[in-house]
């Protein structure tokens, strides 16, 4: 919900900073990352999800069409978490889907795990 905020936090080799662009957070509101800006199409915070679509950057125009991302944060029966993410992808003619798949994979997995090592050691951080 707050990633402009947490990404530069925990993928700083990836997010070198990000802030609203547009709107009051909703959505429809536009953020803006140093790789890519992204409309945000949904959120709900009482849900724990939200779902984005990259405007520029990130692939986009290079190997990517359009793309979405929908987060879901659920609880997990151990009293943790369990975070969803339903990525869809339309590459341009020509990419090979192996591969734009795999890194993709990859990428949100790195992300994610950083997310989590920085909400562990920070406990503090959203209360």
């Given at each position: 919900?707050?990633?402009?905020?947490?990404?530069?936090?925990?993928?700083?080799?990836?997010?070198?900073?990000?802030?609203?662009?547009?709107?009051?957070?909703?959505?429809?509101?536009?953020?803006?990352?140093?790789?890519?800006?992204?409309?945000?199409?949904?959120?709900?915070?009482?849900?724990?999800?939200?779902?984005?679509?990259?405007?520029?950057?990130?692939?986009?125009?290079?190997?990517?069409?359009?793309?979405?991302s929908h987060?879901?944060?659920?609880?997990?029966?151990?009293?943790?978490?369990?975070v969803?993410?339903?990525?869809?992808?339309?590459?341009?003619?020509?990419?090979?889907?192996?591969?734009?798949?795999?890194?993709?994979?990859?990428?949100?997995?790195?992300?994610?795990?950083?997310?989590?090592?920085?909400?562990?050691?920070?406990?503090?951080?959203?209360?």
């Amino acid at each position: 919900m707050d990633w402009h905020t947490l990404a530069p936090k925990v993928t700083s080799h990836v997010v070198a900073s990000a802030h609203p662009v547009e709107g009051e957070g909703g959505v429809g509101s536009v953020r803006q990352f140093n790789f890519t800006s992204g409309k945000l199409e949904l959120l709900d915070a009482d849900k724990c999800e939200c779902k984005s679509t990259p405007v520029e950057g990130g692939g986009i125009g290079v190997a990517i069409e359009m793309a979405t991302s929908h987060i879901k944060v659920e609880p997990a029966a151990d009293g943790g978490s369990v975070v969803k993410v339903d990525s869809t992808y339309k590459l341009l003619p020509a990419v090979e889907v192996k591969d734009e798949i795999a890194k993709a994979k990859e990428s949100v997995t790195a992300i994610f795990k950083a997310a989590e090592a920085f909400l562990v050691a920070n406990p503090d951080a959203y209360n």
